[in-house]
């Protein structure tokens, strides 16, 4: 991938292998993220995404390699320690707490952290501007809302930890079209704020469209990567992402 | 009927509630929070009540006082077998879990055992356990009625943490999604940690106060464990108040039983079982 020099890198990956007991997932992914980039990671199912994105953030071990984010190893951090280094991460499967408000769960994502805290008013009013919907539910227990509101709860609280990089796992995953484009919209407004964003999207066609970067992931490695634009025109993507 | 007789045992059986609240609030607890269902907790109680007894025999403190040593004695004790044993097990199969607990709980006692033998440890000669009131015939004795306001604070204290603390929350957030809590921040093995260590303290308060109110041995701990578990089978997870109608549920059951039915003292721990018994069926009764 072409990075530009003059721009730092906010992610930095090198030979990272992952798995979980005994199956290995990931083999020995490199993947470089500059700051303010928009890089977008698409792969059929089980590809490995999902485990890639929660190696980077330490909810799983690595097995072999290092990371690098924001200037800083993430080797055998916790993934609390990583989220306070301003890292988000919006994962896979929502991971709300059931029992709290829709408010507990969009501010937990600043409860922890001092400096989000201290923005938290600016940010929660940022996350109910782009979901009108969450600020009348806000009473309501995250356990009893739809699953594409449980998404929006999901992206709100990641959004709240103020981030300097996010990580997103399929965020469209579960919303209607005319609300994913507006997650789209928002995620290309949080980057053109200054936010890196890495993108996990089974919509490839619109992360492409998107990104200033991707990345291809077959069976745990990298397949291909180029622009976004390079990758809409690649014959193997159109073939097998967007079966044109 | 002997209706001073009825009133008596209920009265006994209120008074015992707020005990076997506290020990079932750490139960729950520990289960709630982290998913452990440790058996070892009981004998955290029986740690806490022959600490108490030691105390008073090597340095003649009382065990008003005792609670102030053995509260954090018992934090600590917690805080090891966690960080010693728990922890490595958080993902394991809940049958290798228990065991765990199970041996864990085997050990102590068989510790306790060596120490201090197996005969009833008594606490002799403290002035305030001989107090009590008459009231119509009903007697109430002081330390119950204390053990029974002392036990109430700390379960209603637990549940205004629980509910109103960040710590509290912190808890909850562990305890209902546990990567979504690592993932806003929170080291969970951290809170694991402190809500093992504040269980093993809330037996451990409870030990020293059944020292004062019986002459414990080191196997009372077991039958501590089978009633928590009762209550907190009969309360249901997560909830505090469930746990106080459940407590006072089963002691006025069992001092009921004890009471008016013929050799019913011997049928105390037959109540909890009943009882376990009982609720299960319902429920099975309900969902099919
Ligand atoms: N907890 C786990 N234990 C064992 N294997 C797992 C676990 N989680 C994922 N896997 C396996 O790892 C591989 C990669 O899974 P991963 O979730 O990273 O895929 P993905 O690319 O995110 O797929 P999707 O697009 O369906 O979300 C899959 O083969 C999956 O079965
Ligand atoms: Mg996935």
Sequence with gaps: MTVATSRKAALEVRGLEAGYGKIQVLWGIDLDVAEGEFVAIIGANGAGKTTLLRTLTGLIPARAGTVTALGRSLRGLSAARVVKGGVGHVPEGRQLFPLMTVRENIDSGADYLPDARARAPRNRAFVYDLFPRLKERERQLAGTLSGGERQMVAIGRALMSDPRLLLVDEPSLGLSPALSQSVFAALKQINADGVTVVLVEQNVQQSLLLADHAVVLETGEVKLRGTGAELLRHPRVREAYLSL | ?288
Excluded: C
């Design chain 2, 1 to 288: 009927m002997d209706t001073t007789l009825l009133v008596q045992a209920l009265v006994s059986g209120v008074l015992a509630a707020g005990l076997y609240a506290l020990v079932s609030v750490g139960l729950a607890l520990a289960i709630g929070v982290i998913g452990i269902v440790n058996f070892a907790h009981g004998e955290f109680f029986m740690v806490g009540a022959f600490l108490a007894y030691q105390l008073f025999v090597t340095f003649g403190i009382d065990p008003v006082w005792s609670l102030f040593i053995v509260a954090p004695a018992l934090f600590a004790l917690g805080g090891v077998i966690y960080t010693s044993t728990i922890r490595f097990v958080l993902k394991a199969p809940e049958l290798n879990q228990m065991l765990l607990t199970f041996g864990i709980g085997i050990i102590l006692q068989n510790l306790a055992l060596l120490i201090w033998g197996g005969d009833p440890r008594t606490i002799a000669g403290i002035s305030y356990r001989g107090i009590g009131y008459q009231i119509g015939g009903v007697s109430i004795g002081l330390v119950p009625l204390a053990s029974f306001v002392i036990s109430l604070v700390l379960v209603l204290g637990l549940y205004w943490m629980l509910s109103s603390t960040p710590l509290g929350r912190a808890m909850r957030a562990v305890a209902q999604n546990r990567t979504g809590a690592a993932l806003v921040g929170l080291e969970v093995n951290r809170v694991y940690l402190v809500a093992f260590a504040l269980s093993a303290l809330l037996a451990g308060i409870g030990g020293v106060m059944i020292a004062v109110i019986q002459s414990p041995t080191p196997v009372v701990g077991f039958a501590f464990t089978l009633k928590a578990f009762a209550i907190v089978v009969v309360a249901g997870l997560g909830n505090v108040r469930g746990i106080l109608f459940a407590a006072l549920f089963v002691a006025v059951a069992e001092s009921l039983v004890a009471t008016m039915v013929p050799n019913g003292d011997t049928l105390r721990n037959a109540v909890f079982f009943a009882i376990i018994f009982a609720v299960l069926i319902r429920r099975s009764w309900r969902t099919v």
